[in-house]
């Protein structure tokens, strides 16, 4: 690892031990722990629900902190999973010591490590979500060759205490500064502990939305981040939702992730940006532009757009959010910088330009062209998402737009050359979004066959959420609520934090 790479890494385990986490040894944990006077290890996982989960383990001696990072330990898995049998329900949490970072909320010096499910045999667990993803993305590299990369936009809500004082204009506050933007600092603050535990953060900006109700106000906030392997995609934006809980709690202000907040104001999406690599190269534009392979990859998730709401928009608001003039995706289909799409194609560097020498006359160097920055920008999910499953059936459908012979043409077919909002005409072309979550289920059971083969989906998981979104009969619920704004604020209350 480069020296700069170390000196400029936020993660104190990476700075310490003077190598990338991928090279983290179990014998380099404990030479952390040892010399850094860490008292507690926290094994972090992700069960069958998507929510984060801790097993606490106080650090007594030098064997028992060899025990526990080289065999694990036992957890009730008929607590975590549904269809587990109680009378075979234990199961190990294995540490990956790649993900370990310290914990910046613990009082009591902490490390904390995420883990992997494994049955009693030693085989990773079928139905763990964590596994699932992974075996998309081995039957990806597998089929294809290419390494998928990914990563969320992360917008979330914060609200407190209303002030009299430099309020920003309503739904005006898109990249607003202090003291307009009045939590930038927590923002801010938020970045930089997600940095340290190895979260790759691009940006963060305030959003659109902002407004007051009663004594609170309400302020939209996004964080981005960088392109990653998709397994790492899934895990930092768990640990990014945490902190930013951890740092509400701190300050007495509720963070929330819900697509839909109030009645006419900017919901909260979660638009996913991926990329393919071959060999280290990003392979989604080439001189012409977007690549065949992008098309492709388009074509595949477009194709699968309705079931993957069943990953993605997993609460009744999300389809309060999917509607059209919201800058949110109503049909199926793509297009260049357009968010009226489903799938657009942000700006991506692909000009051989050199902007920074126009914009700086002093400038003594040529700017070498930088490649590979391109992605393509899925906008359907949102912050009740069920990441490890949703990422996993990204890449399914990635693949079979790969596989399909006929995928450029029908990316043709789906292309969008204006506002579909405004162009009614054009928005009849293309089919439409689920309405409900128990439309989504429908689509899901219909298409089952496709997330289950090769087992990457294991039965019951389908079942699970086909079951889990049906309980919410929802069906019709946008056409029911038209008006109604009481009935809509009594759901946006219930669905606030739920995930």
Same mark, same amino acid.
């Given at each position: 690892?480069?020296?700069?790479?170390?000196?400029?890494?936020? %993660?104190?385990?990476?700075?310490?031990?003077?190598?990338?986490?991928? #090279?983290?040894?179990?014998?380099?944990?404990?030479?952390?722990?040892?010399?850094?006077?860490?008292? +507690?290890? %926290?094994?972090?996982?992700?069960?069958?629900?998507?929510?984060?989960?801790?097993?606490?383990?106080?650090?007594?001696?030098?064997?028992?902190?060899?025990?526990?990072?080289?065999?694990?330990?036992?957890?009730?898995?008929?607590?975590?999973?549904?269809?587990?049998?109680?009378?075979?329900?234990?199961?190990?949490?294995?540490?990956?010591?790649?993900?370990?970072?310290?914990?910046?909320?613990?009082?009591?010096?902490?490390?904390?490590?995420?883990?992997?499910?494994?049955?009693?045999?030693? %085989?990773?667990?079928?139905?763990?979500?964590?596994?699932?993803?992974?075996?998309?993305?081995?039957?990806?590299?597998?089929?294809?060759?290419?390494?998928?990369?990914?990563?969320?936009?992360?917008?979330?809500?914060?609200?407190? /205490?209303?002030?009299?004082?430099?309020?920003?204009?309503?739904?005006?506050?898109?990249?607003?500064?202090?003291?307009?933007?009045?939590?930038?600092?927590?923002?801010?603050?938020?970045?930089?502990?997600?940095?340290?535990?190895?979260?790759?953060?691009?940006?963060?900006?305030?959003?659109?939305?902002?407004?007051?109700?009663?004594?609170?106000?309400?302020?939209?906030? #996004?964080?981005?981040?960088?392109?990653?392997?998709?397994?790492?995609?899934?895990?930092?934006?768990?640990?990014?939702?945490?902190?930013?809980? +951890?740092?509400?709690?701190?300050?007495?202000?509720?963070?929330?992730?819900?697509?839909?907040?109030?009645?006419? /104001?900017?919901? *909260?999406?979660?638009?996913?940006? +991926?990329?393919?690599?071959?060999?280290?190269?990003?392979?989604?534009?080439?001189?012409?532009?977007?690549?065949?392979?992008? /098309?492709?990859?388009?074509?595949?998730?477009?194709?699968?757009?309705?079931?993957?709401?069943?990953?993605? %928009?997993?609460?009744?608001?999300?389809?309060?959010?999917?509607?059209?003039?919201?800058?949110?995706?109503?049909?199926?289909?793509?297009?260049?910088?357009?968010?009226?799409?489903?799938?657009?194609?942000?700006?991506?560097?692909?000009?051989?330009?050199?902007?920074?020498?126009?914009?700086?006359?002093?400038?003594?160097?040529?700017?070498?062209?930088?490649?590979?920055?391109?992605?393509?920008?899925?906008?359907?999910?949102?912050?009740?998402?069920?990441?490890?499953?949703?990422?996993?059936?990204?890449?399914?459908?990635?693949?079979?737009?790969?596989?399909?012979?006929?995928?450029?043409?029908?990316?043709?077919?789906?292309?969008?050359?204006?506002?579909?909002?405004?162009?009614?005409? +054009?928005?009849? *072309?293309?089919?439409?979004?689920?309405?409900?979550?128990?439309?989504?289920?429908?689509?899901?059971?219909?298409?089952?066959?496709?997330?289950?083969?090769?087992?990457?989906?294991?039965?019951?998981?389908?079942?699970?959420?086909?079951?889990?979104?049906?309980?919410?009969?929802?069906?019709?619920?946008?056409?029911?609520?038209?008006?109604?704004?009481?009935?809509?604020?009594?759901?946006?209350?219930?669905?606030?934090?739920?995930?």
């Amino acid at each position: 690892m480069r020296e700069y790479e170390v000196s400029l890494n936020p %993660n104190k385990l990476v700075k310490y031990l003077k190598k990338p986490v991928s #090279e983290f040894t179990r014998h380099d944990i404990i030479r952390f722990i040892e010399e850094n006077g860490i008292e +507690m290890l %926290n094994f972090r996982f992700v069960a069958e629900d998507g929510k984060l989960k801790t097993l606490n383990f106080v650090v007594t001696s030098r064997d028992y902190l060899e025990s526990i990072l080289a065999t694990g330990e036992r957890v009730d898995g008929s607590s975590l999973f549904s269809y587990i049998d109680a009378d075979s329900s234990d199961l190990y949490v294995i540490p990956r010591f790649s993900s370990a970072f310290v914990n910046p909320f613990s009082e009591v010096p902490s490390l904390d490590i995420l883990c992997s499910f494994y049955t009693k045999d030693g %085989n990773p667990l079928e139905s763990s979500p964590e596994y699932i993803l992974r075996k998309a993305h081995s039957e990806f590299r597998k089929s294809t060759g290419l390494v998928f990369k990914a990563m969320g936009e992360l917008e979330f809500y914060i609200s407190g /205490k209303a002030e009299s004082l430099y309020l920003s204009e309503d739904q005006k506050g898109y990249t607003n500064s202090q003291p307009f933007a009045k939590w930038e600092n927590l923002r801010s603050e938020a970045m930089n502990l997600m940095a340290q535990t190895g979260c790759k953060i691009k940006y963060g900006h305030s959003e659109v939305g902002n407004f007051t109700s009663g004594d609170d106000y309400f302020e939209q906030h #996004e964080i981005e981040f960088q392109p990653v392997n998709a397994e790492d995609a899934a895990d930092q934006l768990i640990i990014a939702k945490w902190i930013l809980r +951890m740092l509400g709690r701190k300050y007495g202000v509720s963070i929330s992730f819900a697509p839909k907040i109030t009645v006419g /104001k900017a919901g *909260s999406g979660l638009h996913i940006h +991926m990329q393919a690599e071959k060999d280290g190269v990003n392979v989604m534009s080439d001189e012409s532009g977007i690549s065949d392979t992008a /098309k492709k990859i388009i074509t595949g998730l477009l194709l699968r757009a309705k079931a993957l709401t069943a990953f993605g %928009n997993t609460v009744p608001l999300s389809y309060l959010r999917l509607v059209p003039h919201q800058e949110a995706p109503t049909n199926i289909c793509w297009g260049d910088t357009n968010r009226s799409a489903l799938i657009r194609i942000p700006l991506g560097w692909i000009a051989k330009t050199n902007m920074v020498r126009d914009a700086n006359p002093f400038e003594k160097y040529d700017v070498p062209y930088i490649p590979g920055k391109q992605t393509i920008e899925l906008r359907t999910p949102d912050g009740s998402a069920d990441l490890y499953h949703l990422f996993a059936g990204i890449i399914m459908a990635s693949q079979e737009g790969l596989e399909m012979k006929d995928s450029l043409e029908k990316s043709e077919q789906l292309y969008a050359g204006a506002n579909i909002f405004k162009d009614k005409d +054009m928005a009849k *072309s293309f089919e439409h979004l689920p309405l409900s979550c128990f439309e989504s289920a429908e689509i899901l059971e219909n298409e089952r066959s496709f997330f289950e083969k090769n087992n990457i989906f294991p039965k019951g998981t389908i079942d699970r959420f086909i079951r889990h979104l049906k309980s919410y009969d929802d069906k019709g619920l946008s056409e029911n609520l038209f008006g109604k704004d009481e009935e809509i604020r009594k759901l946006v209350l219930k669905y606030l934090n739920h995930n």
